[in-house]
């Protein structure tokens, strides 16, 4: 039974967008709207994650390159759910301004620091709530009618103005993510990978990413975004395994950290790390 129940709560995980890599946007009435790129390309990428105790350090370093020899201006825009599995929203974070899991958001452009902003969006919808329409979900949650499951309700977009010059730009983000658990999982980390596919070349030309969550550790990875035959390496001292029932590639960590890298890695589903709890195993 406790089988059956883990994998129904992967897969409720799963099903909705999780923590994302930037995507463009245009603004439309007042509201963002997500759209395909046609000149920008993401040339780069190195994701690196690392574990400390109940956080999750995110460092995302971004090379894109304009093609023209005009500079270009867009909205960029980071995407994030809710959070979800056991969690608590702190003493006077307000949830229709910020995602309550995320700490110490910062991005930079080209060396540059950049003012952002947030937007709500809706699940299943291609347009942001407005402010008249959060206005009713507070007044709402005011008189009690609000769901406590607000990761079924809408996920954030952290946005920006960039301004893109001629040729290679660096885009940096850095941020702390509470890592999120459950009756089945000691802890649990995602991230959304398939927004980097609305760039002009519809693909990251050079993925990296590094996944440190202490050692010693057993973790494992969703097999949403790899396949069988793709590489990764502990850059350390471990083993590898795959479990068949979560549909997962496993790491037992006992020092140094995890990494994956895929040329012309065209994402089609996210990134999902957890640990199962002992009795699981």
């Given at each position: 039974?406790?089988?059956?129940?883990l994998?129904?709560?992967?897969?409720?995980?799963?099903t909705?967008s999780l923590?994302?890599?930037?995507?463009s946007?245009?603004?439309?009435?007042?509201?963002?709207?997500?759209?395909?790129?046609?000149?920008?390309?993401?040339?780069k990428?190195?994701?690196r994650?690392?574990r400390?105790?109940?956080?999750m350090?995110?460092?995302?370093?971004?090379?894109?390159?304009?093609?023209?020899?005009a500079?270009?201006?867009l909205i960029v825009?980071?995407?994030?759910?809710?959070?979800s599995?056991?969690?608590?929203?702190?003493?006077?974070?307000?949830?229709?301004?910020?995602?309550?899991?995320i700490y110490?958001f910062?991005?930079?452009?080209?060396?540059?620091?950049?003012?952002?902003?947030?937007a709500l969006?809706?699940?299943n919808?291609t347009?942001?709530?407005?402010?008249?329409?959060?206005?009713?979900?507070?007044?709402?949650?005011?008189?009690?009618?609000?769901s406590?499951?607000?990761e079924?309700?809408?996920?954030?977009v952290?946005?920006?103005?960039?301004v893109?010059k001629?040729?290679?730009?660096?885009?940096?983000?850095?941020?702390?993510y509470?890592?999120?658990?459950?009756?089945?999982?000691e802890?649990?980390?995602?991230?959304?990978?398939?927004?980097a596919?609305?760039?002009?070349?519809?693909?990251?030309?050079?993925?990296?990413?590094?996944i440190?969550?202490?050692?010693?550790?057993?973790?494992l990875?969703?097999q949403?975004?790899?396949n069988?035959s793709?590489?990764?390496?502990?850059?350390?001292?471990?083993?590898?395994?795959?479990?068949?029932?979560?549909k997962?590639?496993?790491?037992?960590?006992?020092?140094?950290?995890?990494?994956?890298?895929k040329?012309?890695?065209?994402p089609t589903g996210?990134l999902?790390?957890?640990?199962k709890?002992?009795?699981?195993?």
């Amino acid at each position: 039974m406790k089988k059956i129940y883990l994998t129904l709560f992967l897969l409720a995980l799963m099903t909705f967008s999780l923590t994302a890599n930037d995507g463009s946007f245009q603004a439309s009435g007042g509201q963002l709207v997500p759209v395909t790129e046609t000149d920008i390309s993401v040339k780069k990428e190195i994701l690196r994650l690392r574990r400390n105790g109940r956080r999750m350090m995110v460092d995302v370093y971004y090379e894109f390159y304009n093609p023209t020899s005009a500079y270009k201006k867009l909205i960029v825009g980071f995407e994030t759910p809710p959070p979800s599995g056991d969690f608590y929203v702190p003493e006077g974070r307000d949830i229709y301004k910020e995602q309550p899991s995320i700490y110490n958001f910062s991005v930079r452009v080209n060396g540059e620091r950049l003012m952002y902003e947030v937007a709500l969006y809706p699940y299943n919808s291609t347009y942001a709530l407005s402010p008249e329409q959060i206005l009713q979900m507070k007044r709402r949650d005011e008189r009690g009618e609000g769901s406590d499951e607000i990761e079924f309700e809408f996920e954030y977009v952290y946005y920006f103005n960039a301004v893109f010059k001629p040729g290679m730009n660096i885009v940096r983000h850095t941020y702390q993510y509470d890592v999120s658990g459950s009756v089945d999982t000691e802890f649990a980390f995602p991230y959304d990978l398939t927004p980097a596919c609305r760039w002009a070349n519809g693909q990251i030309d050079d993925f990296t990413l590094m996944i440190d969550v202490g050692a010693p550790e057993t973790f494992l990875v969703s097999q949403r975004f790899f396949n069988s035959s793709d590489t990764w390496t502990i850059r350390g001292e471990g083993n590898q395994f795959y479990d068949a029932e979560c549909k997962a590639k496993g790491f037992n960590v006992r020092s140094g950290y995890v990494e994956f890298k895929k040329k012309n890695f065209k994402p089609t589903g996210e990134l999902f790390i957890f640990k199962k709890r002992k009795e699981l195993y």
